[in-house]
C-alpha cells in the first residue's frame, strides 16, 4: 500500500510539473507585446476571421537571428505589390515578376517562410500594410512623410530616378519647361506615386498647370499617346520600358528627381519589421540585393 501511495504521489508531481511548463517562454514577444501577437491572428490576407497565427512557431531562431515575429498568415511573408512597374514588378506568365518580387522571395527564404504577391492598386498598398492583412509593401515605394504617418520602412535597397516622358515632337524639351514663367501643361502620373507628389507640389500648386492622375503608368502613358496629357512623370526604369513599346514617344535627358526605394511594414508588427529589416541588410551587404538590380538594370554606361 505504501509503494501505491508513493507512486501516486510521485506521478501527481510529474503532471504538476509539466502543467507549470506547458507555456513556452517565447509566446509573448518583448518587443511587440501580448496585443500585438493576438492581432495578427485575427485576419488573413484575404480578410477572413480566424486564421492562426504564425506566433505558434515563429519563435524559433529564423535564419537572421530575430526571435518571436509574427505574420498574416502562418508559414507565408505576404507582399502586397502593384504589379505595372517594370522591372521591379509585372506580371509574367500569369505570375508577379521583378526585381522587388526577387528580393521579397530572399528575405522570405531567410525567415524560413513561404512568399505570396497579393497584386492591388497602388494607393491600396500602405493602407493594406497599417491593417496587418499584408506583411510588406514592396513598389518600387519612396519614403515619404505621408507614408511614414501610416507605415515604417525598412533600409533602402535601390535609387530610383523620376523622369519625365514626352512625345518626339513635344514643345517640352526640358524639365525647366514645366515650372517656367508662363507654363500650362497637363501632366500625367499614377495615382499616389512620388511622380504625382512632385507633379502635385511643383506644378499644379503653383499654378504651372495641372495633373491628370491614372491608376496604372501605362494608362498615363497611353493619355499621352493619345494627346489627353501633354507629358508624363514616372521612374525611370519603368519609363524606359514604356517608351520602347510605345511608338513615338521619349525620355527627357534632365532627371526630375532623385528617390530612395524602401519596403513599408506595419507599424504594430516591430518584430516582424526587425527580422525582415535584417534579412534585407544581410542581402544587400553579401551582394545578393545588387545581383538581382543588376539582372533587370543594364548598369552599362551607354
Known amino acids: 500500500m505504501k509503494k501505491l501511495t508513493a507512486l501516486?504521489?510521485?506521478s501527481l508531481m510529474v503532471l504538476s510539473m509539466t502543467a507549470c511548463g506547458s507555456t513556452p517562454a517565447d509566446s509573448e514577444n518583448p518587443d511587440s507585446g501580448s496585443e500585438a501577437s493576438e492581432s495578427t491572428g485575427t485576419e488573413n490576407a484575404s480578410g477572413d476571421a480566424g486564421t492562426e497565427s504564425a506566433s505558434d512557431d515563429a519563435g524559433t531562431e529564423n535564419a537572421s537571428g530575430a526571435e518571436g515575429f509574427t505574420t498574416a498568415v502562418e508559414g507565408k511573408l505576404i507582399m502586397a505589390t502593384n504589379a505595372a512597374f517594370p522591372p521591379y514588378e509585372y506580371v509574367e506568365g500569369g505570375q508577379v515578376a521583378g526585381i522587388d518580387a526577387e528580393?521579397?522571395?530572399?528575405?522570405?527564404?531567410?525567415?524560413?517562410l513561404e512568399l505570396q504577391i497579393d497584386d492591388m492598386e497602388f494607393d491600396s498598398i500602405t493602407g493594406t500594410i497599417a491593417s496587418g492583412k499584408a506583411d510588406i509593401g514592396m513598389a518600387g515605394m519612396t519614403i515619404t512623410p505621408d507614408r511614414q504617418e501610416e507605415v515604417d520602412f525598412t533600409v533602402s535597397y535601390a535609387t530610383g530616378i523620376q523622369v519625365v516622358i514626352v512625345t518626339q515632337d513635344s514643345a517640352i524639351t526640358s524639365v525647366d519647361d514645366l515650372t517656367k514663367e508662363g507654363a500650362s501643361h497637363v501632366v500625367g502620373v499614377q495615382r499616389n506615386t512620388?511622380?504625382?507628389?512632385?507633379?502635385?507640389?511643383?506644378?499644379?500648386?503653383?499654378?504651372?498647370?495641372?495633373?491628370?492622375?491614372y491608376s496604372k503608368g501605362a494608362d498615363a502613358v497611353q493619355a499621352l499617346k493619345t494627346g489627353k496629357v501633354d507629358c508624363v512623370i514616372i521612374d525611370n526604369e519603368p519609363a524606359k520600358a514604356f517608351v520602347a513599346e510605345v511608338e513615338g514617344l521619349k525620355i527627357l535627358e534632365t532627371e526630375y528627381a532623385v528617390e530612395d526605394y524602401a519596403a513599408a511594414m506595419s507599424k504594430s508588427n516591430p518584430a516582424l519589421y526587425e527580422a525582415v529589416n535584417t534579412a534585407l541588410q544581410e542581402l544587400i551587404a553579401d551582394g545578393t540585393v545588387q545581383g538581382i538590380i543588376d539582372k533587370y538594370i543594364n548598369a552599362e554606361i551607354e
Not at 103 to 112: D, E, N, P, S, V
Not at 196 to 209: L, M, P, Q, R, T
Open 8 to 10: 501516486l504521489l510521485a
Open 194 to 213: 512620388t511622380g504625382d507628389v512632385f507633379a502635385s507640389d511643383d506644378i499644379e500648386k503653383k499654378g504651372f498647370g495641372s495633373v491628370d492622375r
Open 103 to 112: 528580393i521579397a522571395t530572399a528575405i522570405a527564404q531567410k525567415l524560413g
